[in-house]
DNA sequence: TGCATGTTTTGCAGTATGTGCAACAAATAA
DNA sequence: TTATTTGTTGCACATACTGCAAAACATGCA
């Protein structure tokens, strides 16, 4: 598999994205179709479903991956579990931060519609799955361990929450929000 | 209105369901078509889609509703909101507990499917929102505001997460496993 | 009872999503 | 160049879902 073709493809995926998000912004989700999205990125209608499963699979941000050396450091440190959460998740936002304007963009949309809102949730659970498996890696627990679930649902949630009040309120980065969120958990859970 | 036809429509609308998830308890989601699961209730392919937007409706539980006067004492508490939800939305688990079987499959066949999966996590989030808004009116403020955004979040995930420990466990009932879980998050942010 | 009214169900015709398959085109390796 | 692998496309098809108007049904009232 060589470099070329693999970078190819991503430009692909990435144009057919920028239609389809350019496009349902402007017309709104159900007044888009695939044959539109095609149209637009220059590729067959067929061609669109090699790419991305379903329609509204084009409007959402790639899966973000953790780096394998945040891993590793994730899973040797000995501080706090929640910091070191954080610590492991803030860098996963630079794509944000750095593409406020396309992020913004998919935020907007991802409010117009039921589907995408149910969409942008069911990544944020992803995210929380891929967040319990490293927990429990850590913990040298099973990936279905009571405390690996309850953790990784409670920081996702957090993350969520946070990302929601970067985009809404636009300044400050998405880490300053992050802190600030974890912060006021702290405090509704200490009486 | 009488209240005949309405009790009509409502047992319509379970026999759909009914014949919906057994069928899809079955044979998976994707080998049952709304044609079969009209067939199987006895009514028109038509008909299915009066009562349920999309076919995957027919597989969730009705969405539930506080109850007025729940509402108004939740209202009026000063006691601590956090007891305070966790009293108002126990109730709300009652149809689960009483309903085990029908809940057991749905939890199973939820797990069988992303896009079942998905949808589980949406009918969260809308109660999330619900939720949302009784605590920003106990609070006097905007549904918006950051409080009630974040605190509704966590109360929900921890709904969430309680009700899977009880749908997997299967011992006790809801409402031991959602306080259970709540002194767990508790421990977790106390440090 | 029998008619008039409102409601629900149904059939039909049509659009869109999404899949399997096999032919084709293009890039890469030899 | 030729052989091989990889990606793209067209076509046929199943299924989801909608709008509309006719038919069937239930209900209230003379």
């Known amino acids: 598999m060589s470099d070329l073709r693999e970078r190819r493809k991503l430009r692909t995926a990435n144009t057919i994205r920028v239609a389809a998000v350019n496009l349902v912004h402007a017309q709104g989700l159900d007044n888009v179709t ?3 999205i095609s149209e637009a990125a220059g590729i067959s209608p067929r061609t669109f479903f090699n790419y991305f499963r379903y329609k509204e699979a ?3 941000p790639p899966t973000p991956v953790f780096r394998q050396e945040a891993i590793d450091k994730f899973l040797q ?3 706090k579990i929640l910091d070191d959460l954080i610590e ?3 860098p996963l936002t630079q794509f ?3 593409n406020p304007k396309m992020f913004r963009k998919l935020f907007e949309i991802s409010q117009t519609h039921p589907k ?3 969409l942008k949730i069911n990544a944020f659970h992803e995210f929380e799955e891929m967040v319990r498996r490293v927990i429990a890696k850590r913990l040298k627990l ?3 361990a009571e405390k690996p679930i309850l953790i990784a649902a409670l920081v996702t949630t957090g993350i969520r929450i946070a990302m929601e009040r970067w985009a809404n309120d636009g300044s400050g980065t998405p880490d300053t929000e992050i802190k600030r969120t974890f912060e ?3 405090t509704i859970f200490a009486q």
Chains 1, 2 share one sequence.
């Open 96 to 98: 944000f931060s750095e």
């Open 142 to 144: 099973r990936d279905d």
């Open 58 to 60: 084009a409007l959402l």
């Open 34 to 36: 695939t044959d539109m």
């Open 77 to 79: 440190s000995r501080a």
């Open 184 to 186: 006021d958990i702290r």
């Open 116 to 118: 995408l809102v149910m």
């Open 88 to 90: 492991l998740i803030v």
